[in-house]
């Protein structure tokens, strides 16, 4: 089962959320996720466990405590709906609407 860690201080590396959860179970996986530019931390990441039973121990031990002055927020991950995320504009279909006109432009 993967579990979602959010509010993390943005110290905290692979090593030390690993560290957070190892005492829940085995650890399958870990990772933070990372700003693609900076590499700084967005302040969340997944934990994946091999055993439900210790991931669903984690969460509700885990859920709000305090970690570096922040509560961490942390639940049953859940996949990424395709829908939710931002919109931009080189994601809409060109073909559905007519050519813009811009009546300013002198040729």
């Known amino acids: ?8 201080p943005f110290s905290v590396d692979l090593a030390k959320l690993k560290e957070l959860f190892a005492s829940y179970g085995e650890i399958e996986e870990a990772i933070v996720i990372s ?5 700084r931390s967005k302040g969340f990441g997944f934990v994946t466990f091999k055993d439900d039973a210790a991931a669903k121990k984690a969460i509700a031990e885990m859920n709000e405590k305090e970690v570096e002055g922040r509560n961490l927020k942390v ?33």
Do not use: I
């Open 75 to 107: 639940n049953e991950a859940k996949p990424m709906d395709p829908d939710s995320r931002p919109r931009r504009s080189f994601d809409r279909d060109s073909r559905d609407r007519p050519p813009r006109r811009d009546n300013n432009r002198r040729f």
């Open 35 to 39: 700003d693609k530019f900076s590499g």
């Open 1 to 8: 089962m993967k579990v979602y860690v959010g509010n993390l």
